[in-house]
């Protein structure tokens, strides 16, 4: 067992609608997953995971605008549920998004300056969106940037349907 901190143990998203997501995003989807289970500090507070200290397993969905979390424990007993409401984030997703489309873009054919131009934006763009998470987290949960960064990841994935 590692060392490291691992409050998340699961992560699951809410596909019922997607068709099938194109494999860059399918790839983005896989590797934040992979890395916050590796690595993440994700520690609700009490009255959000009735108590429990973990570890968690983690559903991620959206309904009606809002994205909702539920929390369940190691043998999958709900824990307690939130939402945020997702308007908050709308801009700077799709912000991401646009810079995301340009770099896959410049990938192809542009000069190595104009990729590493365009990818300083895109990751202060995605620091954007997971210092948002942070504080629209704050007294709900809390997470350090790194487990941020990846959770923002994920509500980018399950913006592309909300």
Known sequence: MSD????????????????????????ERRVAIFDLL?????????????????PYKLALSVSEGRLVFGLSDANDKPLGA???PMTPFRR???????????????????????????DMGRRGLHNDGSVLLQERLAGKVELDLAT?????????VLHLRA
């Open 4 to 27: 490291k901190p691992r409050n998340l143990i699961d992560i699951t998203l809410d596909e019922s609608s997607v068709v099938r997501w194109n494999p860059d995003i399918d790839h």
């Open 38 to 54: 590796e690595e993440n500090i994700f520690r609700p507070a009490a009255d959000v995971c009735g108590g429990s200290e973990g």
């Open 82 to 84: 939130f939402n945020l």
């Open 92 to 118: 700077v997703i799709r912000e991401y998004f646009a810079i995301c489309e340009a770099y896959f873009d410049a990938i192809k054919t542009a000069s190595p300056s104009r990729i590493e131009a365009i």
């Open 148 to 156: 941020a960064r990846r959770l923002f990841t994920l509500i980018c």
